[in-house]
């Protein structure tokens, strides 16, 4: 029973770390020429998804992902404006039973 405990209380310690990953680059393709001094960087924008896991069970993290994307191109109001996304960057930080990936990028606006 000690043992068992012990095994108990090693796995709670060990899951109560949490770690942080993350990359730059996306596959979202544009083409577009920056040799002129036609654009301005307009600012940043950020969008965070949150899930909560049970026994390893949850979203996918590709599907988390997408949704912290979508809320940070759903900032980026380009409508009637000659806008760009550039330097997308994807942090995923994992804590306990929670994922939270970030995505954020710069904006540009071309005259």
């Known amino acids: 029973m000690k043992k068992f405990l012990v095994l108990c209380l090693s796995f709670l310690f ?8 993350g990359y730059i680059g ?4 544009t083409n577009v020429e920056l040799s002129r001094n036609n654009f301005k960087v307009i600012g940043s924008v950020a969008g965070e998804a949150r899930a909560s896991y049970i ?3 949850g979203p996918t993290e ?5 949704k912290a994307q979508r809320i940070m191109f759903n900032q980026v109001d380009s409508r009637g404006h000659s806008r760009a996304v550039i330097n997308v960057t994807t942090d995923i930080k994992i804590s306990k ?3 939270k ?8 606006n071309f005259d």
């Open 62 to 66: 590709q599907s988390l992902l997408g």
């Open 55 to 57: 026994f390893g069970f």
């Open 97 to 99: 039973f929670i994922k």
């Open 26 to 29: 996306h596959s979202i393709n």
């Open 14 to 21: 060990y899951i109560g770390c949490s770690t942080h990953s």
């Open 101 to 108: 990936p970030f995505s954020d990028a710069e904006r540009l």
